[in-house]
């Protein structure tokens, strides 16, 4: 069993990342790793707030032996004394630290910090495994044992994994994509307000359009044993957020370069990633896109969890009205399966099985 | 005081009428009529289920004059009685009936029955009033006193508000979008299940895309002094349900014929139905659009009822990412008061007005 | 293996017993059997509405094997080929059918027809099991060779194993309670409307109360051979429903015979139901009442699915204010598992195990 | 017109104090008064948030004059220039600056800074009018030549309205109440999370069930010319928080000391406060308890604005199934119309035409 160390791990994202791991084949967590505040403190009485309750905010129960770990330190961490590091912290605790631990261990991190770095892939599974070469590229340069791999945008992750397949048979021109967000995506501290969320949409989220529309250039890119050559076509992207717990919603619609019908590309789509889930990595659905033909689906609340909530549902898949070559459909993806903890968590099988060899 | 019969006057649609017409400086209420289940029975009575519950939707109160109105009957009704008839039927209803009343009486009807047909307007307050004048065609060619004139779907509604400014002022070309609709705009009979609407968004709403593709041109079109000469530009739409009370949000993409800014859009948009709101027609907002810079705005709670629920909220209006002339903006308009009832009793204002000339 | 039909297959229930039956140790599903609507149709077309969209409403995924399984019909179902029925039909058909198939054939039954019977228990797993011996009063009384084995209302299902360790060790002497409901339990044909349901609260649901007034004092009552003498308490209930999908909370004051204090309460709850538990049945959880000191626990959807949504959590226990030697505490139960079909097959499987002695 | 200071202006409650003083006949806004962060900003600016968004909560539009006006800071406010003070304040600054105020000018408060003095009463319209005079008590006490008249609780505000003409007729002898309370009874800054309060129960308000078990007594006791002789009941609440935005809803099952029925008790209800709201207070309504027969009501969407947001509704008034003499109900009041801003405001007009004479 190989050390892991949850960095990050009394947040959101931590928890998860703890969820995701619970009776993992390959991977133990040796260390819980936070803020001072949550330092030296049991886990489980880190995660008390001021009036005496637990803010453990998964459903699923927290193991006690994991409840009862020791919490250390992230300045002070000593990266050597595990063999990964799954890195949750937000972006400016990321940039700081994650070079530290990546001088002698790889960090798997679910920030942006290093996300846009020429030298750093954007991994996402079954989509651009052949860019972990990459990784190498940035160990040599900057003198590191470890490596960072950071996972895209929540938002970002399902979108590219629907795109590929077409990518891949018929060539993207251009694409207009507007978001359903979910509000687990906006983490819980303090999180949305529920008066802001209840019965209604905020049009706005800062800063994730942009992430949007630069994120999958660079995934669905060439890796030309040195860099990474963006693929061209561009994306406009509006983003909202909707009362939704989990699972977020793309309408995308699509312009290719080569002609293709709706069942083409249902077809393209539904054959997609067999080679990537026959790794049979722990954290894989079987089926890396479900495409359904119901017109009432995909639904966040019925569909996100499917495959584990690894599983991209796409559904409504049908001509553009508009656009020569053109394709609509809706995609769902669960943001804080797929779109965080446990994506990153199949990308570091793919990486320790893979590229480090590992198990 | 002009009377007015409301056809379909228990149904939602109808209620919203009745609320929209309560204070009513030039209309007065003389008939309720429904179908044969609720004829004879005083208003009242005729709302209460097998429950002896209430189906009256509104949170406004019911006045006890209208509660105690005595219903008749859609089949039977003699449309001489009225100077003019609100219909909210059905569309199948509709189709019957509305043709039996404009023999004799003006039918403003919120059903879509008679909306595509080529001597008929679909008339929305300060974009395209001019096409008032296809209602003496429609009289002429069917040998009716009265006539039908019908509003536009509640998505449509909204949508081409905002676009009337862009098409005057930079001419459109294509439009993409996606609608987020509230729940209000699928009815009462027995409208959306909890279950399937709580924290969950449903992608499709049967119907609901081929009109919003389809009545932007006409409603945009140019009136030649015979026929309307559909405007020249398409739409994709992708239409979802969302877990709102009232309000469609459209996020929309808008490619233009001329160059513009966002700040020019904006502008054009502000000042928009200037004309129109000082023809001062009760029910008209003194702003027709509201542009707002708040970037986490329009939102359907905070928003919807701005103008009396007549006033439609543009935000987020910005250059695209991808087309050349794109425009892209989220646009707001009240479902069940622009969008339907209110809307409608608008248009009847402005023909009473200015086309009948009885006030 | 056991050979089951699960009548009323298509509805909520049925589907929610198919998916607790799914891997099942001891029980096989061999007959689906819902109304003539249904019969003769493959069960994944059977659950095919008008649009073409499944009901399958469970967010666990419908196993291919039952998908293709064919649908028998109810009326002409032959009992005798399976050896347990499990019964979600709604009363009426309860009432008519049970009884056919209870000739030959033990009926496990979520429907209300026959819980007020006086030679019927109504079991509840850890609290009356004892009172299975009725049934052989009640095969006796009716020339069966099966019988019929009701659970209790949901909303008793819960609050009865609350009750029953302060029943045990101090005696209740009545019971003030209001229910929080979750919409599940309003079905799904029709169900409850989403625009009732958004941010409101009903308070009332038709036959409730009455149902958790009278239950609990004879589940709670003691068996003498013959009959079921009636726990001597009265309780006043309020039952409303509140925008939550699935969980039922009930917030109790409790006065008892003798006096106990909060910590006296909170053992007995923790520690109810030890022997239950080692009978080790495949539905029943490791610990029936699961006591929590948060004050801001039990929360339906934190909660409601532990122990597989087998456990009751109790919170807030604390001295009541106005009462001498009285208690209150709020306790929450999943009604469409503890409390409805899961609740029914960990009844099924005690009696499969130790009053039928088939495993 | 009287000139009015709203302090603590730029929160939720200060804002609903602004949205019930528009067009108000007796009083003008003349200030508004804010903590050291706000004081010297225009009101709209005090309001931006660091995204430049405006956290003006109502749907009601901010008129551009108060939008325009000056704040001033309230540790320096000069409570002299203005003839009332409307204290919003959280209860540690009132505790500080309400008594500073009122040596010189009468102070209206929303906060429980003061609600427990021995010479302070807890007014609420149409209850307890009469002990206003232990205003003279207060004043003489601590040589003010203003006061300090707290509002209650807002779960308080309403019970104490049902439960008035109950006490009245025929003895109150003790209450059990469950109270579902709406989430903007929790304030915005930041408020309840979207996450916790999504088809969700959060069974416990911290402090809340001792002022509901506490204030009524007091609300309904003597005055007898010098201080308040307690009622003499005692209350046992269970207070819980619910996905609804406006109104809180209580089930009570209340015991009496005279027999009485569910008839009568209708009756009382339907009475009570004839002679208050003959006084026609500008936001007094024409009917202070809407009894209703529909047994699914009340509702909080529905019902809340009933009466301008200021009348009770009670539903389900029916005999308790457990009590000699006991009543059971469900009532609705709107929590921040009658229980918070527009509830004090009638207070003040009450004290300004009664008990100052200044209108």
């Known amino acids: 069993m190989l050390k892991i160390a949850i960095v990050g791990a009394t947040g959101i994202v931590g928890q998860q990342a703890i969820v995701s791991l619970i009776g993992h084949p390959w991977f133990k967590i040796e260390k819980l790793v936070a803020s001072e505040r949550s330092a030296g403190k049991k886990y489980i009485d880190a995660l008390k707030d001021a009036n005496g309750s637990s803010r453990w905010w998964c459903t699923e129960e927290l193991p006690s032996d994991i409840a009862n770990m020791n919490v250390e330190e992230a300045a002070s961490f000593d990266a050597t004394s595990v063999d990964i590091i799954f890195s949750t912290m937000d972006a400016g605790a990321a940039k700081e630290l994650e070079p530290k631990y990546a001088k002698t261990t790889p960090v798997i991190s679910t ?42 945008n929540c938002t970002t992750a399902g979108l590219v994994i629907s795109l590929k397949p077409i990518h891949d048979a018929f060539g993207i021109k251009q694409v207009f994509m507007v978001s359903q967000q979910a509000m687990s995506g906006a983490g819980r501290t303090p999180g949305l307000s529920a008066m802001d969320m209840t019965e209604n ?159």
Chains 1, 2, 3, 4 share one sequence.
């Open 111 to 152: 920030a942006s910090a290093f996300r846009y770095e020429d030298d750093t892939p954007i991994l996402v599974g079954g989509v651009n495994m052949n860019h972990a070469a990459l990784l190498a590229v940035q160990q040599k340069n900057r003198g590191w044992k470890g490596f960072i791999s950071p996972k895209p």
């Open 201 to 359: 949409i905020v049009p706005y989220i800062p800063g994730e359009e942009q992430k949007a529309e630069m994120e999958p250039q660079k995934i669905l890119g060439e890796y030309d044993g040195k860099t990474i050559k963006n693929a061209n076509f561009s994306i406009s992207a509006t983003c909202t957020r909707v009362p939704v717990l989990d699972g977020h919603i793309v309408c995308a619609f699509v312009q290719t370069e080569k002609k293709c019908s709706a069942e083409e590309v249902k077809i393209a789509m539904a054959e997609h990633g067999r080679d990537f889930a026959e790794l049979h990595l722990p954290s894989s659905p079987p089926q890396l896109i479900d495409v359904t033909d119901d017109p009432f689906r995909p639904q966040p609340r019925m569909d996100r969890d499917k495959g584990g909530g690894m599983t991209v549902t796409v559904g409504r898949v049908r001509k553009d009205s508009v656009m020569e070559n053109g394709i609509k459909y809706v995609c769902l993806a669960h943001n804080t399966k797929l779109g965080a903890a446990k994506g990153a968590l199949q990308t570091a099988e793919y990486l320790v099985k893979n590229y480090l060899k590992l198990v």
